[in-house]
């Protein structure tokens, strides 16, 4: 059996990539694999895994935002290696990109295998700050990330294109006489919902402006924005409630704060928006909701929203796009009907969390066969 580390960025909250990495170690094939999971502190995430019986470790690892952390971060870095040590650690996977320097040093010091996730659009610049090249494979979640870091100077056969992926059973169309939506606030016919972190990244502002277009043609919408504001945004939190009362539709737009109740929210909904991607379009997919998304990519070589079958893919910065797309999809309920359908169909064919799992397991065990061989 392979004892696995994963370092992740938070203990505290849960979000995307927290429900990406719950899920994937919870399918990990334990007779195989043996996750331990490193967090800089603790809260709702690390008890989650601790419920779910995945042993947590908490160490404190400083951001490397400026060169004078540099001696603490080596410091933490050896204290990371010693807990690596201590549970006889074979490879080590980081979570997101500002800790590769620690999953880099903690493989180099015990001399095994690293992954890095790439879950973030990026430069050639920070490609290179991140230390990918120092990694013996990384895993990108679409196509275009790999564009980035290959772009960025990393060999295309050390880089593994694996998708997010969906736990199927817990996220599935359901009926109920009553919705928690509707339950928790008073609303109107039909609901459209934007999911995240209320921070300028989720793009909350472009989409009150959508709102706004939209409630020109129809007021029977409630459009919520599920999520409570970042720590570090509670400005941006202010301007999105500003905007709201000054396009005049604070009576249509509902804030309903962090739900953990996520497969039951989706289902409530008519329409997913996502202004800036995520695991959620492929949640509410499983949902079988139509799912609009704004990319800055061409629709044809997007893999998980298909623009016309599954949703609809409008340009990144047309807003006016979004509202029209929102518009044609409450104006004709049989689109939304044949859209969450395809949807629901698509995950299951590609975003099954346990096929995702399977993909990442292919990857540990080459590297760890390579390991083998050189040791050998």
Same mark, same amino acid.
């Given at each position: 059996?392979?004892?696995? !580390?994963?370092?992740?960025?938070?203990?505290?909250?849960?979000?995307?990539?927290?429900? %990406?990495?719950?899920?994937?170690?919870?399918?990990?094939?334990?007779?195989?694999?043996? /996750?331990?999971?490193?967090?800089?502190?603790?809260?709702?995430?690390?008890?989650?895994?601790?419920?779910?019986?995945?042993?947590?470790?908490?160490? =404190? !690892?400083?951001?490397?935002?400026?060169?004078? #952390?540099?001696?603490?971060?080596?410091?933490? $870095?050896?204290?990371?290696?010693?807990?690596?040590?201590?549970? =006889?650690?074979?490879?080590?996977?980081?979570?997101?990109?500002?800790?590769?320097?620690?999953?880099?040093?903690?493989?180099?010091?015990?001399?095994? /295998?690293?992954?890095?996730?790439?879950?973030?659009?990026?430069?050639?610049?920070?490609?290179?700050?991140?230390?990918? =090249? &120092?990694?013996?494979?990384?895993?990108?979640?679409?196509?275009?990330?790999?564009?980035?870091?290959?772009?960025?100077?990393?060999?295309?056969?050390?880089? @593994?294109?694996?998708?997010?992926?969906?736990?199927?059973?817990?996220?599935?169309?359901?009926?109920?006489?009553?919705?928690?939506?509707?339950?928790?606030?008073?609303?109107?016919?039909?609901?459209?919902?934007?999911?995240?972190?209320?921070?300028?990244?989720?793009?909350?502002?472009?989409?009150?402006? $959508?709102? #706004?277009?939209?409630?020109?043609?129809?007021?029977?919408?409630?459009?919520?924005?599920?999520?409570?504001?970042?720590?570090?945004? #509670?400005?941006?939190?202010?301007?999105? %409630? %500003?905007?709201? @009362?000054?396009?005049?539709?604070?009576?249509?737009?509902?804030?309903?704060?962090?739900?953990?109740?996520? /497969?039951?929210?989706?289902?409530?909904?008519?329409? !997913?928006?996502?202004?800036?991607?995520?695991?959620?379009?492929?949640?509410?997919?499983?949902? $079988?909701?139509?799912?609009?998304?704004?990319?800055?990519?061409?629709?044809? #070589?997007? &893999?998980?929203?298909?623009?016309?079958?599954?949703?609809?893919?409008?340009?990144?910065?047309?807003?006016?796009?979004?509202?029209?797309?929102?518009?044609?999809?409450?104006?004709?309920?049989?689109?939304?009907?044949?859209?969450?359908?395809?949807?629901?169909?698509?995950?299951?064919?590609?975003?099954?969390?346990?096929?995702?799992?399977?993909?990442? @397991?292919?990857?540990? $065990?080459?590297?760890?066969?390579?390991?083998?061989? @050189?040791?050998?």
């Amino acid at each position: 059996m392979a004892n696995i !580390l994963y370092l992740n960025n938070t203990g505290s909250i849960i979000g995307g990539a927290e429900n %990406q990495l719950l899920c994937l170690i919870e399918n990990l094939d334990k007779s195989l694999y043996n /996750p331990i999971v490193i967090c800089p502190d603790s809260g709702e995430f690390s008890a989650r895994l601790e419920r779910s019986g995945i042993p947590v470790c908490i160490c =404190h !690892l400083p951001a490397s935002r400026k060169a004078i #952390s540099y001696p603490f971060r080596r410091l933490a $870095a050896m204290r990371l290696a010693k807990i690596a040590d201590k549970h =006889h650690i074979d490879l080590v996977h980081a979570s997101a990109p500002w800790l590769n320097y620690y999953a880099w040093r903690v493989g180099q010091l015990l001399r095994i /295998p690293t992954i890095s996730h790439d879950r973030n659009a990026l430069n050639p610049e920070r490609v290179r700050k991140y230390l990918f =090249h &120092r990694f013996d494979r990384t895993i990108a979640i679409s196509e275009r990330m790999k564009r980035d870091l290959v772009s960025g100077g990393i060999p295309p056969e050390k880089i @593994e294109v694996i998708y997010d992926g969906v736990d199927l059973s817990q996220f599935s169309p359901t009926v109920s006489e009553m919705d928690v939506l509707r339950r928790d606030h008073h609303l109107r016919e039909h609901l459209v919902g934007l999911v995240g972190r209320i921070e300028p990244f989720k793009r909350q502002k472009e989409f009150v402006r $959508a709102v #706004s277009e939209v409630l020109k043609d129809r007021r029977d919408v409630s459009f919520l924005i599920i999520g409570d504001p970042a720590r570090k945004a #509670s400005g941006y939190f202010r301007e999105v %409630q %500003q905007m709201i @009362e000054e396009y005049g539709v604070s009576d249509n737009v509902v804030f309903t704060g962090y739900r953990r109740d996520m /497969p039951e929210v989706l289902n409530s909904l008519d329409i !997913l928006v996502t202004l800036s991607g995520g695991s959620i379009m492929m949640e509410a997919m499983a949902c $079988a909701k139509p799912v609009i998304m704004a990319s800055k990519a061409d629709p044809a #070589s997007l &893999r998980i929203v298909q623009d016309g079958k599954t949703g609809f893919v409008v340009p990144y910065d047309d807003i006016d796009s979004v509202s029209k797309a929102i518009l044609r999809l409450l104006e004709d309920p049989e689109m939304r009907y044949s859209m969450g359908k395809a949807g629901r169909e698509r995950a299951e064919e590609l975003f099954d969390m346990r096929k995702i799992t399977k993909l990442t @397991e292919a990857v540990y $065990a080459d590297l760890l066969v390579k390991k083998s061989q @050189e040791v050998g």
